[in-house]
């Protein structure tokens, strides 16, 4: 007997033991991150706000991206999202309060006589004990039920939090979803802008490549050049030509994209492109020393933190599947085999009583559930360091970028200087008769050639700009 007692106490020992660390906050790890970026820019100063896009001064961009806040489905549905998050808040919110239940049940029966006697002052046919048969009667019921489930274990309390946890990961997903949607918008509007401009330059070159063929076939005709001139002035002109037709596709798909982005149908989306990509600035869009500090505001690395918290409370739950459950039940009511007289005294009954579960025999399922509570916990854990790696590898990456393309940025800017002198030059010998009509149109095709080509490096330091912002988690 004694030994039955001690097996006994080290049982509720046990539990309550665990029970204990159930109302613990699950531990979250402290990532370590460095303090500062490797990839470091020296660049003037630049506002770093959350509002970054409006360093680029466009103001149909700052509306294009107004009315996809508005329409975007996306991101509306995230929205959503967070209200379907808050109920389940409400819902596990409900098991910390009685549940009160009100029943009637009216039905027709008929029991042995040997059953009539456990009604007690319940009055129903023949129950006097004679030999008659029982006849069928009608039982009406009416009865309030409230039933109250102790939280001794802090489950219910954890799956408060847990649901909490999930909510704030739906807000945090959300925010990633507008964070994806500010870089997408911005990065198709800009190359939109970019095909518009290079299609204009691209028929100033096509303008220009007729005329050199114009030339120099009048020259061949004249015998002074070798026809081989002719085929390269073709293959220069189809060249431009294929080069238009793929930069008008691209722009249209381009606009496409965008009307869905922006929550519109194609056929009812009309962007007019002022042309003024030639009017970027490329300076005072990103400041130097960037703390890395901010990283941890990134949405992705926010909803990874909260599902590291939604299955550790998870796992809480799982270890007080373990324990025993307590409920408080009680009921008052009235049952009588005539509805007219259903509410009175003698037609009354109630109980109420302490409930106390603990199940034995499906403790493999249970211990399965506690076990990938565990694992999905631990992964939870392995993912939120693996996404604040990833962070700063995409932070560094678009700094590293940033800077090279910006330094090739320079180059191509000193080319096309260059050349815009060296057209400037040309177009003053041909006005002066020093050279021949031929050398100014190839000097205007090479200018042009490098204005296309600065267009495309001031498109690639933009996206740069854009991917900067978004692997740092601004525009939420």
């Not at 329409?71 to 409900?94: C, E, P």
Request: glycine share 4%.
């Amino acid at each position: 007997m004694k030994k039955i007692f001690y097996y006994l106490i080290c049982l509720i020992s046990m539990h309550f033991m665990n029970g204990c660390t159930l109302y613990k906050k699950p531990d979250a790890p402290d990532l370590k991150n460095p303090q500062s970026f490797k990839s470091k820019i020296k660049i003037t100063s630049a506002n770093l706000k959350d509002h970054w896009w409006e360093n680029f001064h466009d103001e149909k961009l700052n509306q294009l991206l107004l009315v996809a806040f508005e329409k975007n489905n996306n991101y509306k549905i995230s929205l959503k999202n967070i209200d379907i998050a808050a109920t389940y808040v409400t819902q596990n919110l409900s098991n910390l309060f009685p549940q009160v239940n009100l029943d009637f049940n009216s039905s027709r029966n008929q029991y042995a006589a040997a059953q009539l006697n456990s009604f007690g002052g319940l009055k129903l046919p023949n129950a006097s004990g004679s030999n008659l048969a029982p006849r069928p009667f009608d039982l009406q019921q009416l009865s309030g039920v409230v039933s109250y489930q102790v939280d001794a274990w802090n489950q219910i309390r954890n799956s408060v939090k847990q649901a909490e946890a999930n909510q704030s990961a739906s807000e945090a997903d959300s925010q990633q979803v507008k964070l994806m949607l500010i870089s997408s918008i911005t990065n198709t509007y800009f190359q939109i802008n970019a095909a518009s401009t290079n299609i204009v330059n691209l028929n100033k070159q096509l303008k220009s490549a007729n005329a050199i063929l114009k030339l120099d076939t009048a020259q061949f005709q004249g015998g002074l050049i070798d026809f081989s001139v002719i085929d390269d002035d073709k293959n220069q002109i189809e060249s431009i030509k294929t080069s238009i037709i793929t930069l008008e596709k691209q722009k249209q798909i381009l606009e496409y994209t965008l009307a869905y982005l922006s929550g519109e149908y194609p056929e009812n989306f009309n962007l007019k492109i002022h042309n003024g990509f030639n009017e970027f600035k490329k300076n005072n869009l990103i400041p130097a020393g960037i703390p890395a500090k901010m990283i941890a505001n990134r949405p992705d690395i926010q909803e990874a933190y909260y599902q590291v918290l939604s299955y550790g409370y998870l796992e809480k739950q799982t270890i007080a599947n373990f324990l025993p459950s307590i409920s408080l039940t009680g009921a008052y009511g009235y049952a009588s085999t005539a509805l007219s007289h259903l509410i009175s005294g003698p037609n009354a009954y109630w109980n109420y009583g302490l409930f106390t579960t603990q199940y034995v025999f499906d403790y493999a399922t249970r211990l399965s559930e506690y076990r990938r509570s565990k694992y999905q916990y631990q992964s939870a854990i392995l993912n939120y360091k693996n996404i604040a790696i990833n962070a700063f590898k995409e932070v560094d990456s678009a700094l590293s970028s940033y800077k090279k393309d910006n330094e090739s940025f320079d180059v191509y800017q000193n080319q096309y200087v260059i050349l815009k002198d060296k057209l400037m030059l040309a177009n003053a010998q041909y006005r002066s008769g020093l050279t021949g009509y031929s050398e100014y149109l190839t000097s205007n095709l090479h200018y042009l050639q490098s204005e296309y080509a600065l267009t495309n490096q001031k498109l690639t330091v933009m996206q740069d700009v854009i991917q900067v912002y978004t692997a740092l988690g601004l525009g939420t």
